[in-house]
């Protein structure tokens, strides 16, 4: 895999420890991905922003509020969302540094309570996985999310890389589309 | 109409006089729809956070950091998508006090254009616009603000409520459902 110039944003992710900054570098590629998604007018996706519960601002200054106190809020949907080929796409991006397993406490249960809507009322929806040491991306379905979820209750608490391979789609970097999670959609989805 | 409990909120909304809390009755009164629709298993819409600029950060206490510098961004997209049978439903949703137009400033450029790509990849986008003193929301079909917008350019810079009462949708109060915009969907767009 290509190294992009993302290597400010790894620095600061290592500086900065908090959820809200956590898949940093994931985030630059999808975003990237996404951007050339839209500029070619090939699908319409975003990433919300991060939930803030503001508690004081200072509006001294007209042209520019100033928010002086706030705090990160749990997010109560995925991050990304938008339209391809007239299908609602929803996702959650995460990254881990580990080169075995996935850890589901790296996704909330209200995310994944969200994920199953989505697919119940006819949308698209999916993690996307980055294993960062092992440089592999994958799109796991909601529906596999969902049942390594329930399966955590009890039992293991993470979703294995063999799972990925066996029952996710790698996704493949493409020239100016460093996750081309299109392409997996496009081949097993539409 | 029924007059729902968010005086407080209009309290809040004299006292501060920013674009981010520009719309907030409206806000509140399509959050409890959006509520509504979701505990019904009717749509699954949300509101998007809005954007901030996080410049400063304090992170002395592990378990809540504290954002103690941020700034409003312009919004890239529309506050409000999701969806509804199957279909991508996008909207921007504004309030106006004035009884004759609505003004097209209150709504960006890019988000006119982020309704247009919507439209254009099959999704379903509209805005809605809360004439509060005559009491009356209406939903407009993203092609007629595109209209209207464009116009803007050389002419009028708004909508009249005429336009809106010809070529909008005037929507409904139901029980629990204080912006039943669905219910115009269901009638004019599926």
């Known amino acids: ?93 995460k990254e881990t540094k580990s080169t075995t397993s996935f850890p589901l406490k790296n996704i909330h249960k209200h995310q994944v309570t969200h994920l199953r809507r989505v697919k119940e009322h006819g949308g698209i929806s999916f993690i996307i996985v980055y294993f960062s040491r092992l440089e592999k991306i994958f799109l796991l379905d909601s529906a596999y999310v969902i049942k390594y979820y329930s399966r955590s209750k009890d039992g293991r608490k993470s979703i294995s890389l063999s799972e990925f391979e066996k029952n996710g789609y790698l996704i493949k970097e493409k020239y100016r589309k460093p996750v081309d999670y299109l392409s997996v959609i496009d081949k097993y989805y539409l």
Chains 1, 2 share one sequence.
């Open 1 to 93: 895999m290509i190294k992009y110039p993302i290597k400010k944003d790894l620095k600061q992710n290592t500086e900065i420890k908090t959820t809200a900054n956590r898949g940093m570098n994931l985030e630059s590629m999808i975003n990237r991905t996404n951007e050339f998604y839209l500029d070619n007018d090939i699908a319409v996706i975003y990433k919300k922003p991060i939930p803030i519960q503001i508690v004081s601002v200072d509006y001294k200054r007209r042209s520019a509020a100033r928010i002086t106190e706030a705090y990160y809020k749990l997010p109560s949907t995925t991050d990304y969302n938008g339209i391809y080929k007239g299908k609602y796409i929803d996702f959650e991006a």
